[in-house]
């Protein structure tokens, strides 16, 4: 059984398009994350959530939208995807805060075009 | 503000080498230091974490890492290093005022047979 899963995988679409990332925990955690990593690698969290609140919206423009419906899931929407919207996604979970253990999806690479 | 820096963007090692991972971080108090590991098209693993006590400690996989307090680092190490190393490598630090933690850019491992 996957601990956190991603869907889509891959995710190609033009700009201007809206497009979701849906993630799913089943290790029964309270917190969930978003991550973008650029193509260089360097990995910034975008948001948090914990018992389906938002704890953590970290500078992210308004086109995307975190939406936690129960806490094994937080989804990621964004509107108006621009060409610097390219990266990869990983969604993640913990028990509690950061500083435990995170447990990360696969990831989701989104090519904006 | 913590931040994290890996001074090294590549490490090449020979299999069955010695290896140390660098990492040096900026925070006036005790952070919270983790190293996380990426294999190629996969999300994080955690390796180690320190948050107080002993500071050398024991993670997955055979890693180390040691906490000098005088020098601001928290370097990986592994004794000898496997083919099935060659990843991405992460030193991340929290501060315990805000549920996040700041990820440094990472250093590729590459190992030679």
């Known amino acids: 059984d996957t601990a956190v899963s991603q869907t889509p995988k891959y995710l190609v679409t033009q700009m201007g398009n809206d497009k979701s990332i849906k993630c799913e925990q089943n290790?029964?955690?309270?917190?969930m994350y978003w991550y973008k990593q650029d193509s260089k690698k360097f990995l910034k969290i975008m948001f948090s959530y914990n018992n389906k609140e938002l704890i953590i919206n970290e500078t992210v423009p308004n086109r995307f939208s975190p939406k936690s419906p129960d806490k094994a899931h937080l989804n990621l929407h964004i509107n108006s995807l621009e060409l610097g919207d390219s990266a990869v996604y990983f969604c993640?979970?913990?028990?509690?805060?950061?500083?435990?253990?995170?447990?990360f999806g696969p990831g989701t690479r989104l090519t904006v075009l | 503000a913590q931040s994290v820096t890996q001074p090294d963007i590549h490490i090449t090692v020979s299999e069955g080498a010695s290896l140390e991972l660098r990492c040096n971080y900026s925070?006036?108090?005790?952070?919270?230091l983790f190293w996380y590991v990426q294999s190629p098209g996969q999300g994080l693993q955690l390796l180690l974490k320190y948050f107080s006590g002993d500071t050398l400690v024991q993670g997955i996989k055979g890693f180390e890492a040691e906490f000098k307090r005088s020098q601001s680092s928290f370097n990986l190490r592994k004794p000898s290093v496997h083919w099935s190393d060659a990843a991405e490598y992460f030193c991340?630090?929290?501060?315990?005022?805000?549920?996040?933690?700041?990820f440094g850019k990472g250093t590729r491992l590459h190992i030679l047979p």
């Open positions: 925070y006036g108090a005790t952070p919270y």
């Open positions: 991340a630090v929290g501060d315990g005022r805000d549920d996040k933690i700041i």
């Open positions: 290790l029964g955690h309270d917190t």
């Open positions: 993640a979970s913990s028990q509690g805060y950061s500083y435990n253990e995170q447990f």
